[in-house]
């Protein structure tokens, strides 16, 4: 929460990009396609398909990121009292990182808070992918 409330104070539209909003205005102009970035391999298999493009899921594999880890299911109140308390810097090997998306978090306060800061971005891909 503590990141968030510092987030909503800063310009999101034109800060780093790791915490920036994934519009910009260029998605404004006409012609242009949005795409999730949680999306990234199925989006990419789908325009290399329809430009009849070369499969590039091998090369994709080589950037895959080590900082990306399996996230697991937590019920509701589960999930609440991890993010309060919040995720351990120093974890073990074993660490079970949770999945959070946004439909977990309507009706808290980081949902609302990501409402707030993330509003543009909603209202984009809203209907765009799961």
């Not at 034109?14 to 999730?36: C, F, K, M, N, S």
């Not at 990501?114 to 765009?128: C, N, P, S, T």
Request: aromatic share 10%; net charge negative; charged share 25%.
């Amino acid at each position: 929460r503590d990141y968030l409330l510092w987030l909503e104070g800063q310009n999101v539209e034109d800060i780093e990009p790791h915490h920036a909003a994934q519009y910009t205005p260029l998605y404004e102009l006409p012609g242009v396609t949005h795409y999730r970035l949680e999306d990234f391999s199925e989006t990419l298999d789908a325009i290399e398909n329809t430009f009849s493009m070369a499969d590039s899921s091998a090369v994709r594999e080589q950037f895959s990121s080590p900082h990306h880890l399996q996230k697991s299911a937590l019920d509701r109140r589960a999930l609440m009292q991890l993010l309060e308390r919040g995720i351990s810097l120093s974890r073990s090997p074993n660490y079970s990182i949770p999945d959070v998306d946004r439909a977990s978090l309507i009706g808290t306060p980081y949902g609302e808070l990501i409402e707030r800061i993330f509003h543009k971005d909603i209202a984009l891909y809203q209907g765009i992918g799961p």
